[in-house]
């Protein structure tokens, strides 16, 4: 009896802690983990009152933002990699996290080194093929992670479910019809970590990129000039041109594209000898919060990014406010800032280009190529325009989900002379950024 009367306390102790955290202490406001902004308390209206909104507002609220969140689920992550470690300890290091219906996935298969890159407007991409490593560990949320700490790589798996690429192949096609010549079309789709590192004991969980790649560069017009990255990258596949803990490319590889559409575009071509190289250490991105795997987080990398050296450039932001749906809300006046942002925490690391996404940004150089350069991209086109400042007298910026304005009267208002489309491959084939770019057209 005494024993079931301690077990009874200690719980009873236990439960009284948790709703004095819960209750009393600070609620969280910001997840380094899901690299995102939680819950705020909800706003209280007659609507949302008699609705019933308001209380299942407050509901998603506190379970969003409890305190110490990150702590928890942290400790809930090793929690879980003990148990596979001790239940499972023999079972191959391969593990995989499927993905809920809802979710986006991004990508996968894999390459080797290849001599060649594409100039100009080439249509025929080659494919990679070579040896990646041989165990993986498949998580949730379509995750696969290969190897351990501290050198685990997590991928996303891709799956072309919606076929968006023809879709977004048409709207390619539709922008040189409304610039014709005047202004030049680029269209760069960038392939993912997975296609070059997916282990084969993994390839049943995600399909391969070049198929889609191929069949999306033959829709095209021959007109628009595509900017081949898939052998570019390919061919440094023993770089870190990907980042090992987040879905984007590293700037490195980001890199090996500017200078690829450099080449193509027939402008002056960066050479990474005249940038110069800063490092944020003990990096772990967004795939540790796909992941939920504690192997992520305990495999840390150096975030690697490069700056122009010796040219002068100036950068003006327009700031989008959002609301808790990320919607847009507001814009903000123009107002000056840098485009290389220093971050709080390692852990915002990419956010170094521009601060965030929610900014039409533009960048003055001091380049006499008389030529100015408009980016429409996703967050993986981020780390490119850095590159390009000496080989562009003007370089905006624009977020597929962040544009208000009809995109030819913006391309008319500031002389823009070059379009250059740059986004993932697993976003092209989501159809979102294609049915973003043919509003733009219409706004």
């Known amino acids: 009896m005494r024993k079931d009367k301690a077990l009874v306390i200690v719980v009873a102790l236990l439960m009284a802690a948790f709703v004095l955290v819960f209750w009393f202490f600070p609620r969280s406001t910001y997840s380094e983990l899901e690299k995102r902004e939680l819950r705020q308390f909800p706003k209280l209206s007659w609507q949302s009152l008699c609705n019933g909104s308001f209380t299942s507002d407050v509901s998603n609220w506190f379970s969003d933002s409890e305190p110490f969140r990150d702590v928890f689920m942290t400790n809930s992550m090793r929690l879980k990699s003990w148990m596979a470690m001790r239940w499972h300890a023999a079972?191959?290091?391969?593990?995989?996290?499927?993905?809920?219906?809802?979710?986006?996935?991004?990508?996968?298969?894999?390459?080797?080194?290849?001599?060649?890159?594409?100039?100009?407007?080439?249509?025929?991409?080659?494919?990679?093929?070579?040896?990646?490593?041989?165990q993986a560990?498949?998580?949730?949320?379509?995750?696969?992670?290969?190897?351990?700490?501290?050198?685990?790589?997590?991928?996303?798996a891709f799956k072309n479910k919606k076929g968006g690429e023809k879709g977004f192949a048409k709207v390619v096609n539709s922008y040189q019809e409304v610039f014709?010549?005047?202004?030049?079309?680029?269209?760069?789709?960038?392939?993912?970590?997975?296609?070059?590192?997916?282990?084969?004991?993994?390839?049943?969980?995600?399909?391969?990129?070049?198929?889609?790649?191929?069949?999306?560069?033959?829709?095209?017009?021959?007109?628009?000039?595509?900017?081949?990255?898939?052998?570019?990258?390919?061919?440094?596949?023993?770089?870190?041109?990907?980042?090992?803990?987040?879905?984007?490319?590293?700037?490195l590889g980001a890199y090996y594209a500017a200078?690829?559409?450099?080449?193509?575009?027939?402008?002056?071509?960066?050479?990474?000898?005249?940038?110069?190289?800063?490092?944020?250490?003990?990096?772990?991105?967004?795939?540790?919060?796909?992941?939920?795997?504690?192997?992520?987080?305990?495999?840390?990398?150096?975030?690697?990014?490069?700056?122009?050296?010796?040219?002068?450039?100036?950068?003006?932001?327009?700031?989008?406010?959002?609301?808790?749906?990320?919607?847009?809300?507001?814009?903000?006046?123009?107002?000056?800032?840098?485009?290389?942002?220093?971050?709080?925490?390692?852990?915002?690391?990419?956010?170094?280009?521009?601060?965030?996404?929610?900014?039409?940004?533009k960048v003055k150089t001091d380049a006499d190529s008389h030529r100015r350069l408009l980016v429409m991209k996703d967050s993986f086109g981020n780390a490119i325009p850095g590159y390009l400042f000496d080989s562009f007298e003007e370089v905006h910026v624009v977020d597929f989900r962040y544009f208000t304005y009809n995109v030819k009267d913006y391309v008319a208002e500031n002389g823009i002379t070059d379009i250059l489309m740059a986004n993932n491959i697993s976003q092209v084939c989501s159809g979102a950024i294609g049915a973003a770019y043919k509003q733009f057209l219409r706004n």
Not at 139 to 146: A, D, F, R
């Open 180 to 251: 014709g010549p005047e202004v030049g079309v680029y269209c760069m789709v960038i392939p993912t970590a997975t296609e070059f590192y997916c282990p084969e004991s993994a390839r049943s969980c995600s399909e391969s990129e070049f198929p889609v790649l191929t069949e999306l560069y033959a829709q095209i017009d021959s007109a628009v000039h595509v900017v081949d990255v898939y052998m570019v990258l390919g061919s440094h596949v023993d770089e870190d041109i990907f980042l090992r803990t987040d879905h984007h490319w590293s700037p």
């Open 259 to 361: 200078r690829q559409f450099a080449m193509v575009a027939g402008v002056k071509v960066p050479e990474l000898v005249d940038f110069d190289a800063h490092t944020i250490p003990g990096y772990v991105g967004s795939m540790y919060g796909f992941s939920k795997d504690i192997i992520v987080k305990k495999s840390p990398e150096d975030f690697v990014y490069y700056t122009p050296r010796d040219v002068d450039y100036s950068t003006t932001y327009r700031v989008y406010s959002l609301d808790k749906d990320y919607r847009i809300t507001g814009e903000g006046k123009p107002r000056q800032g840098d485009f290389f942002v220093t971050v709080s925490s390692a852990a915002s690391a990419y956010c170094t280009f521009m601060g965030s996404d929610a900014r039409i940004t």
């Open 137 to 156: 560990k498949m998580e949730n949320s379509g995750v696969i992670v290969l190897g351990s700490a501290p050198t685990a790589r997590a991928l996303m």
């Open 91 to 134: 079972e191959e290091q391969v593990t995989y996290h499927a993905p809920a219906p809802e979710e986006v996935t991004e990508v996968a298969e894999e390459v080797v080194a290849s001599p060649q890159a594409a100039v100009g407007n080439q249509r025929v991409i080659q494919a990679f093929h070579g040896e990646a490593p041989a």
